[in-house]
């Protein structure tokens, strides 16, 4: 089984300012790695994805996030955010064997402030 | 554009009623899902359909079945309401090809009373 943990509830940041959001997860096998974003009043939609290859990836929005394997982590960072990226932020796993069953942490709620 | 719609944004159903919450997605998706939402818990995983007429338990089914008659429409069913499956459910769906891609409804909000 795996887990996905979000390590801050909240994070107030200033418009322009540069964002990041924790994610570490715990799995006993290979995973691919996920961040969704759901604006309010929205459903989930995908921000990136870790399937294989480079550790860096870039997603929409110029958000991007980097795969660390020692320290099961996959953080999501953006340089300059806008009021437009205030949102719940999702990091998610899934197990490379267990089909498309995603397990998601806690979420991260961010607020853009002018 | 994939598009998974949800039959209501915001229900309210007292208990011990029989609640249906209905999800339609117009890509030709294998496979569907139903999550439940709640502050703090993320989504967890309600039951998934893979095929027509096949289904699995995800992590939290009790209290839940599920219906998937149609390719396209894959519901979920509160037996008999309670006060504790007031929450946020949200529907989607995913291809058989690229798998770990899902695309989600905009969520019914249920209150049960």
């Known amino acids: 089984a795996q887990s996905v943990t979000q390590l801050d509830s909240q994070v107030p940041v200033f418009e322009e300012a540069p964002v990041e959001l924790r994610c570490n997860y715990s799995s006993s096998v290979s995973v691919y790695l996920f961040w969704y974003v759901q604006y309010p009043n929205q459903g989930l939609q995908l921000l990136l994805k870790y399937l294989s290859g480079s550790t860096l990836v870039k997603g929409i929005n110029g958000f991007e996030a980097e795969f660390n394997k020692s320290q099961t982590s996959f953080h999501l960072r953006k340089p300059s955010v806008h009021i437009s990226d205030t949102a719940e932020y999702f990091c998610a796993v899934s197990a490379k064997a267990a089909g498309n069953k995603l397990t998601f942490g806690g979420g991260t709620r961010v607020l853009v402030k002018p | 554009d994939v598009k998974v719609t949800q039959s209501s944004r915001y229900l309210v159903k007292r208990t011990g009623e029989k609640v249906f919450l209905e999800c339609v997605q117009d890509m030709d998706h294998e496979n569907m899902f139903w999550y439940r939402q709640d502050p703090g818990l993320g989504l967890r995983l309600i039951y998934f359909s893979y095929d027509v007429k096949m289904k699995e338990k995800g992590d939290i089914p009790e209290g839940y079945s599920v219906s998937r008659e149609k390719k396209e429409r894959f519901s979920l069913i509160l037996e008999s309401a309670s006060t504790n499956q007031t929450s946020m459910y949200l529907c989607?769906?995913?291809?058989?090809?690229?798998?770990?891609?899902?695309?989600f409804g905009p969520g019914t909000r249920l209150t049960v009373t």
């Open positions: 989607a769906s995913s291809s058989r090809t690229v798998l770990y891609e899902q695309y």
